[in-house]
Each structure stands twice: as C-alpha cells, then as structure tokens.
C-alpha cells in the first residue's frame, strides 16, 4: 500500500508542473484522497460489503467533489487533476497512466444491467468537461478534447473531440503549407483565421478550411473566365459582388464573417479604435 502511495505522488510530479514539494502533494491533491478511498472501498465492494464501500464512495465524494463508484476498475498511476466533478460509473474500466481533468464523466447510457461504461486503455488523457459514454473502448494513448462527448470507440493513438466525438486524422507532410494557405485564403474572404488554425484541431473548422479552398479554387477559375469572355467582346462580370457585413448575420447568432484588414477587424469588434 505504502509503495502504491509513493508511486502516485510521483505521478503527480510527472504530469502536473504545479506540484512542490511531496508533503504538498500528500495533503492538497484531492485527485489522489479520491483515488485512495476508492481502493479501500473497491476491496470492500469485492468482499460484498456492498453498503459499507457504498458509504465510503460517498464520503469520498463529499471531501474531494470525486464520484467513484466502489465497483469501477481502476489501474495504477491513474491522476485526476484538480478532480471536482468527475464521475465514474461502476463498470467503468481504466488503465494505467490516466489522467482524468475536472468536470470528466465515464457514464452509461443503458439500464440494462452489466457492462454499460467505457473502458479506458493505457495512458488515455481526457479533457476537461468531456464525457466518454456507453460500454465503449479508448484506446491507448488515445485523447478525448475538453468538452466533448464520445459515445463511440476511439482507437489507440488517435485523437477524439467535438459534439458528438469525431476522430482527428493524422496530418501529412504538406499540413504545415496547407495551414498556411488556408489562414491565406480565410484572410481574402474575411474570415477570422482562428477558425482554420492549426491550434484549433476541430474537424467543423477544417472543413470549413476545405470549403474555403474551393471558394477559392471557383472563385479563380471564374476570374479568369471574365478575363478571358471579356477579352473577345463578352460582357459579363461587370458588376462587383456585394459585399458582406457584420449587419448581414446580426440575426445569425453565429460568429460573423468580419471584415479583411486587421485593422477593419479591429475597429469592427473594439469600438475605441
């Protein structure tokens, strides 16, 4: 028990950068007092003294805001940083290594009883706030975004965000040029280059990004079509497009497509410029 102790707090100090001292660790780490009442009570769920690992489940859960049912599985090493608002169900499985963030859910999504929450593999990171639901595999070193919601297996080594869960793809050696060229194209048509940047891995965003490129790609072709139309006598594309303004999604309720410049951006969203 002793030797489990010290290889917890060593954990800590593997993956939180805000950890001191050991005697820090040992009295201020509700992620750890979680975890230690939670293998007490486990013994006792096992030996049937189901009411009394019961009891303690919820004394945990009253000093560390951690919910841990005595029936879930849990591996060695496993961290909950900062720990308030997690819960896991009592067929959930995790594996060593874990690190759970605060505000996590492994829950069901049937009444049915037996196997109904996930199983966690081997170094999984879970956001904060994400939800991993239903009798479902994550794989190892697999990730889960903050804020999402999985209810679909995620394989080892890959990457889960958004609502409900999609898989990141693995980039290629031409990412860092097509990132590039989307901030690019985003800046032409006015839009915030956020949306299609590489430190924002949401697959909506880079779809937009695809979409963009071809607005793009149509928007050339169609150029030089009047260029060339026009050069034998044709007239068309003689008049401009109109342009789009804040006022034409003031009733959207989605993020507006904002003007070109940086600094029409700025005065646009900051009105003392």
Known sequence: MIERIKEDIKSVFHRDPAARTTFEVLTNYPGLHALWLH?????????????LARTLSTLGRWLTGVEIHPGATLGRRVFIDHGMGVVIGETAEVGDDVTLYHGVTL??????????????????????????LGPI???KNAKVGSN???VKDV??????????GRIIPAGDATKEDKNSAREHIAEKFGFDAYAV?????????NAMGV?????????????????????????????????????DFAETGISPVVPVSKKAQQEAFDPKI
């Open 39 to 51: 293998r007490v009570a486990h013994k006792l769920w096992r030996n049937n003294l189901k009411w």
């Open 107 to 132: 829950g069901g999504t049937s009444w049915n009883a037996g196997k109904r929450h996930p199983t966690l593999g081997d170094n999984v990171v879970i956001g904060a706030g994400a939800k991993v």
């Open 137 to 139: 595999t994550i794989g």
């Open 148 to 150: 999402s919601v999985v």
């Open 155 to 164: 394989p080892a080594n890959a990457t889960a965000v958004g609502i409900p």
């Open 197 to 205: 940047s590489p430190d924002n891995p949401d697959p909506v965003a």
């Open 211 to 247: 979409m963009l490129e071809h607005m793009h790609l149509m928007d050339s072709k169609v150029e030089e079509m009047c260029k060339v139309i026009q050069s034998m006598g044709g007239e068309v594309c003689s008049k401009d497009l109109n342009a789009l303004t804040l006022d």
